[in-house]
């Protein structure tokens, strides 16, 4: 999701009530919008995270910013990148012209001149100079793991270069990174676990609020470098699950969320038919079974095979993700259709999934397992069992499990389902304190974000360590490693062609991660107050209100009475 996010993708107690008291209309943020006539001020957004905590640090995944979205609203990037339309180069933001060498190993930047702080100073390049020095010198900030080497400013231009090729990740480097103060950030002694209760930002809204109720945020009575927003107030709750976020959606206490609605047609856009939509665009991003690698006998790539070789993807499909949410992965290179289908090595084109559980076992007999009755016995003779978890509130995830559950019975695997909360969950989960779980790939312009996100060796961190942005089962290949150094440094099609085509083989034989479905980055939103949002025919933005991006939507929004 960076997903549901955390981001996917991420998180304590705004609403850790059920559904009913999540809607309540006695919630100050409940959409009183109607009853204002032509008053059109505040907009209504809910994630269905559960509990979070009272942090707006931009860099923590588990901040109430990060797993809501609203740091992007008080934190700007250098540029806005559509991941909607991933091949396009971001467009200038803090950066009013962006500048890459041929070899992406350089970028120039030229910083706009009207540009302040929330507190009224004036942003500068010494501001950009000192965000991604600070993110340079300090491991725990640097999730995307980008190489850099020198950071400079020359007036209001800034100059970066990195070791390596930024030709993956140059969307990350200038629309992923939020841009922070300088006079702020330097007194901050730790930046990484700072919770910045009061946030100062060049972006449109302030925090006015943070509240066991809701969060609220202002629009900026004057500074701001782009016409003032139509939107007053943002108003953030974040509901218990994913039940209580779709009452409010359909009630119309909540205006726009990122949600999985089972039968979405009747459960919300029956409910007002002329407002109500759903707008769910996918990306280069998946979903899948994370397998802790460490474990045994689960770092025995024959038994993943195997696991991968029952999953039933097509019941996932309909009975887990409604058969629209996270649309079925069906070539075995986990790549989406669609926008996936360009980039299948020749060798796997046309070789799609398919339920086989009578291969699965003799695969696992011939490897030195046996199957005695219902248990599946490794070749040391003990029981295979696995422990699967996600949170409690992701419906769609844990139906999900129950069907994997269902699945690896069939060739002896006792699997256990565990509902820890979100922020225990990805804790655990960055930690390698699993033994599997369902969570999302990164996205990005290329296959390469989600190949990378599951077996990146620079990645890898020691079980215990804390590891960001992927490789959370811990897969060890030298090989994966090189091959993602290959595609991300590689000065033609034909060599990125090659590497990718490794990295399609290792994933293909050794299943380090199960794939199950692909990623979107719509929403579910409400045109009776607001219109002005991303569609199929204008594809503007993404529509997941945890995106960076969520604020090109923000601001494009205009009262639906206008």
Not at 104 to 109: F, R
Not at 169 to 197: F, G, L, N, R
Not at 250 to 263: K, L, M
Not at 477 to 490: Q, R
Request: a negative charge; hydrophobic letters at 35%; glycine letters at 8%.
């Amino acid at each position: 999701m960076q997903r549901r996010k955390l981001f996917a993708v991420a998180l304590a107690g705004v609403l850790a009530g059920g559904g009913l008291t999540a809607c309540s209309s006695d919630s100050p943020n409940a959409n009183k919008n109607a009853a204002n006539g032509a008053k059109v001020d505040f907009l209504s957004i809910g994630m269905p995270n559960g509990t979070v905590t009272e942090n707006n640090n931009p860099f923590v995944n588990t901040a109430a910013g990060t797993s809501l979205g609203y740091r992007w609203m008080i934190y700007e990037p250098l540029g806005m990148w559509n991941n909607v339309k991933p091949s396009d180069p971001p467009a200038p933001w803090l950066a009013s012209k962006i500048t890459w060498s041929p070899d992406w190993k350089t970028v120039d930047l030229e910083i706009r001149t009207d540009a302040t702080w929330s507190d009224g100073q004036k942003l500068t390049a010494e501001d950009v100079v000192f965000t991604h020095t600070m993110i340079k010198n300090t491991e725990a900030l640097n999730s995307f793991a980008i190489p850099y080497d020198s950071i400079t400013a020359d007036g209001n231009n800034v100059k970066m270069t990195f070791k390596t090729s930024q030709f993956t990740t140059h969307h990350k480097v200038i629309s992923q990174t939020p841009i922070v103060p300088k006079h702020i950030w330097e007194k901050i002694a730790e930046p990484a676990t700072d919770p910045i209760k009061e946030p100062v930002g060049s972006g449109p809204y302030t925090l006015k609020t943070f509240s066991q109720q809701g969060i609220t945020l202002a629009a900026r009575e004057s500074g701001y470098w782009q016409p003032a927003p139509a939107v007053k107030e943002l108003r953030y709750t974040s509901y218990a699950d994913n039940n209580a976020q779709t009452t409010a959606l359909s009630t119309g206490a909540s205006e726009w969320s990122f949600v999985f609605i089972p039968n979405y047609e009747q459960t919300f856009i029956s409910k007002d038919p002329q407002n109500y939509k759903i707008w769910a665009p996918g990306v280069l991003g998946i979903h899948g079974l994370y397998i802790n690698t460490t474990q045994k006998p689960f770092d025995d790539p024959k038994l993943r095979q195997a696991m991968n070789m029952v999953v039933n993807r097509a019941d996932i499909f309909t009975q887990a993700e409604a058969g629209y949410f996270h649309p079925e992965i069906k070539s075995v290179t986990g790549l989406p259709e669609g926008a996936g289908d360009a980039y299948i090595a020749d060798e796997f084109k046309g070789k799609t999934f398919t339920v086989d559980v009578e291969g699965a076992k003799k695969l696992l007999t011939d490897s030195g397992y046996k199957l005695e009755g219902t248990t599946l016995k490794d070749p040391s003779g003990k029981a295979v069992t696995i422990k699967l978890s996600d949170p409690a509130p992701w419906s769609d995830y844990q139906t999900t499990l129950e069907i994997l559950k269902s699945n690896f019975a069939e060739i002896g695997i006792e699997a256990t389902v565990e509902k820890p909360n979100q922020n225990v969950w990805d804790q655990n989960v960055q930690k390698g304190d699993f033994g599997a779980t369902v969570r999302w790939t990164n996205g990005g312009s290329t296959p390469f974000d989600i190949y990378q996100t599951v077996m990146d060796g620079d990645l890898k961190k020691p079980i215990g360590e804390l590891a960001q942005q992927g490789n959370f089962g811990r897969f060890e290949s030298p090989e994966a490693t090189a091959a993602l150094k290959a595609y991300s440094n590689a000065s033609d099609d034909a060599a990125r062609k090659t590497a990718l085509a490794t990295l399609q083989k290792i994933f293909v034989e050794q299943a380090p991660m199960l794939p199950i479905g692909a990623d979107n980055v719509g929403g579910a939103y409400s045109t009776k107050n607001w219109v002005g949002w991303p569609s199929d025919a204008d594809p503007y933005a993404p529509l997941q209100p945890t995106q960076a991006g969520a604020l090109a939507v923000v601001l494009k929004l205009k009262p639906a009475n206008s």
